[in-house]
C-alpha cells in the first residue's frame, strides 16, 4: 500500500494566487474526492476514514485544504464560495477518471457547484456519483444572511465582517460580506438541481447546523437524478460516530458498486 503524497498546486494570478495543499492517493477508479466543510480542514474524521478504505480497497483518493484552511495558504477571511469552487475545480483537473464526489456541509454545496461546471465543460463522464452529508446548500443565505439578527446585519453593512460565536472554537467564525454578497452568484434557490449522477444524501435529525428539512427539501429539488436520502435519527452535524463512518462508508461502497 503506498502513502498519499502531499502535493501543491497554485490557484488564480498575481496578488490572487493561492497555494494550495493537496493529499493524493494513487488507485484504481472511480476515485474518491474529498470536499470538506467550513473552517475544516482534510485531516478530520471524516476524511481520515475514507482514506483508510480507499488504500485498503485500492482506490484513488484526493483531498485538500481550500484556501485559508488547513495546510493551504491564503487568509481564511479572504475566502467566497467562488473562491473555494474555483480551487475545488482546480484540483478535480489533477485527478484522472471517473470520481465519487464526498461533500460534507459546505462541501456538498460545492460538490453540486462542481458538478455543475462539469456539465458545462460537458465532462460529465468524470462524475460516478456524489455523497454528501449534511449538505449546506446555499447556506450563505439560508444559514447566515437569513438567520442574522439586525445587530450582525448592521456589523456587516458598517464594518464588512460580522464575528459570529462557534460552537467548535472558543475563537469566533469570521463571516464577511464579500462571502455573502459572493454566495448569491451561486444559489440554487428553489430551482430543481441536475446533479448529473446518482447522489446519496446522509443527514442528521439532531443537527443543529443544518436543519434536517433542508435535507428533504433538497431531494425534492433533485429530480433529474437517482436520489437516496438517508436521515440518522441521532446523528449530529459532525456525524463522525463510528457508526455514522460506517454509514458513510456503507453509501460509497454502493456508489462504487453502481
Known amino acids: 500500500m503506498s502513502d498519499a503524497r502531499l502535493e501543491h498546486v497554485e490557484v488564480g494570478e498575481g496578488d490572487e494566487t493561492r497555494r494550495i495543499a493537496v493529499l493524493a492517493r494513487a488507485g484504481k477508479p472511480p476515485g474518491l474526492f474529498w470536499l470538506g466543510g467550513f473552517r ?48 475545488a475545480e ?15 456541509s459546505m462541501g456538498a454545496w460545492l460538490a453540486l457547484l462542481l458538478g455543475k461546471r ?22 450563505t443565505k439560508d444559514l447566515m444572511w437569513d438567520l442574522f439578527d439586525e445587530a450582525a446585519r448592521r456589523a456587516l453593512a458598517d464594518q464588512g465582517f460580522y464575528a459570529q460565536p462557534s460552537a467548535y472554537s472558543e475563537e469566533p467564525t469570521i463571516i464577511t ?8 452568484r451561486h444559489l440554487f434557490g428553489d430551482q430543481p438541481i441536475e446533479a448529473g449522477c446518482p447522489v446519496h444524501v446522509i443527514q442528521g435529525m439532531q443537527d443543529e447546523d443544518v436543519p434536517w428539512t433542508l435535507a428533504t427539501a433538497l431531494m425534492e429539488r433533485l429530480a433529474f437524478d437517482d436520489a437516496v436520502l438517508t436521515l440518522v435519527r441521532d446523528g449530529d452535524h459532525r456525524l463522525s460516530r463510528p457508526e455514522d463512518i460506517e454509514r458513510l462508508i456503507r453509501a460509497v461502497e454502493e456508489m462504487i458498486a453502481g
Open 90 to 104: 482546480r484540483v478535480f483537473d489533477t485527478s484522472t477518471g471517473a470520481q465519487v464526489l464526498v461533500g460534507s
Open 40 to 87: 475544516s480542514d482534510m485531516s478530520g474524521t471524516k476524511a481520515e476514514a475514507l482514506d483508510r478504505w480507499a488504500a485498503a480497497k485500492g482506490h484513488a483518493y484526493i483531498r485538500f485544504d481550500y484556501s485559508g484552511h488547513g495546510r493551504s495558504g491564503g487568509n481564511f477571511e479572504d475566502g467566497t464560495i467562488s473562491r473555494w469552487l474555483d480551487e
Open 118 to 139: 462539469l456539465r458545462e465543460r460537458g465532462a460529465t463522464e468524470r462524475l460516478a456519483g456524489m455523497v454528501l452529508l449534511a449538505p449546506a446548500v446555499d447556506m
Open 177 to 184: 460580506r464579500a462571502l455573502i454578497e459572493d454566495g448569491k
